[in-house]
């Protein structure tokens, strides 16, 4: 999938779509050094990850004002949705190497986004309108993470592949979901999970 079909399907202005091309720029040139994405979906960065990512956008509340983003990596999918023009995009990644990409790829993208230099679990705990997080964990693992950032109103938004159903039958044990599941653009075999509400069950 080219960058114009990419753009096209996500609504993205001119203006969107060269800062989306910069990104795609800047992460080919630090790949080689820091394989920040899997060496097989180099030749469909597009597709794969700016597609996968900026669907998210159509799920993110008109309202937010703080978005976190867990395990950011790459910069996917928080880099991606303030290229997009989501306010108040925060970007949590303990890996040196991968906080440094994400500084030199906001200045280049010119996005305005916090970047947390630390582990999840030492990210001071506060209410977040979003929570997303992409190829960090599975979702029996992602929520006792997600549910300190949730508060009324919030959502988590998770890209989620094949296995959706799987760790959806594996989080049932242990949690209560009201979610919306929306089919990916990227991929027809992966989900996007748009979680308004958790709750832990404590019983045995």
Known sequence: MTRDEVCRLLGASPETSERLAAYVA??????????????????????????????????????????????????????ILAIMGVAGVEMVERDESKVAFLHAAANVCDVDVGIHGMRIEDLPRGQADVVTARALAPLDVLLPITASFLGEGSVAIFPKGRSVDDELKSAARHWHMWFSRHPSLSDARSSVLVINRIHHDSRP
């Open 26 to 79: 800047v992460l080919g040139e630090w790949q080689p050094r820091l394989k920040l994405i899997g060496p097989g979906t180099v030749d469909e960065i597009w597709a794969r990850h700016v597609l996968d990512c900026g669907q998210i956008t159509r799920y993110v509340p008109p309202t937010c004002r703080r978005l976190v983003d867990l395990g950011s990596g790459a910069g996917l999918p928080g880099l």
